[in-house]
């Protein structure tokens, strides 16, 4: 139940994360920096203390927090190894026919009357 919400949590902050990115703009997006006379700062005009900043920082950590607990949570679900050594046990019903190991006997295809190559051809006359 814990790990099936946190799952759609993830999926929600993933998607608004992407969303938030996108809708940033880039360093240089002024019509200033075309011509090479940008004076903006790394973060924009407003600064390091923009909403979007802000809200992109905090979807980031919503994102490593909830990558971390899925990914320990995924690591309790292991119930064993495949090296383990695990008895199966098939039950043979008493109405089906016993067949030996190699599976049933493929029927035996006629035999041709036998030829020696090395056997000289008869004489014909």
Same mark, same amino acid.
């Given at each position: 139940m814990v790990v099936t919400t946190v799952i759609v949590v993830?999926?929600?902050v993933c998607i608004a994360l992407t969303?938030?990115?996108?809708?940033?703009?880039?360093?240089?997006?002024d019509v200033g920096?075309?011509?090479g006379g940008s004076s903006q700062t790394v973060f924009g005009a407003g600064g390091?203390?923009?909403?979007?900043?802000?809200?992109?920082?905090?979807?980031?950590?919503?994102?490593?927090?909830t990558s971390l607990f899925l990914a320990y949570s995924s690591t309790?679900?292991?119930?064993g190894s495949i090296f383990e050594d695990r008895k199966?046990?098939? #039950?043979?019903?008493? @109405? $089906? *026919? &016993?067949?030996?190991?190699?599976?049933?006997?493929? #029927?035996?295809?006629? @035999? $041709? *009357? &036998?030829t020696n190559p090395a056997a000289p051809a008869p004489a014909s006359k």
């Open positions: 993830h999926i929600i969303i938030v990115v996108l809708l940033q703009q880039g360093k240089g997006a920096a075309v011509f390091a203390s923009s909403p979007l900043f802000k809200l992109t920082w905090t979807f980031a950590a919503m994102f490593a927090f309790k679900r292991i119930s199966v046990s098939i #039950p043979i019903h008493s @109405s $089906a *026919p &016993a067949l030996p190991l190699g599976g049933p006997a493929a #029927p035996a295809a006629p @035999s $041709a *009357p &036998a």
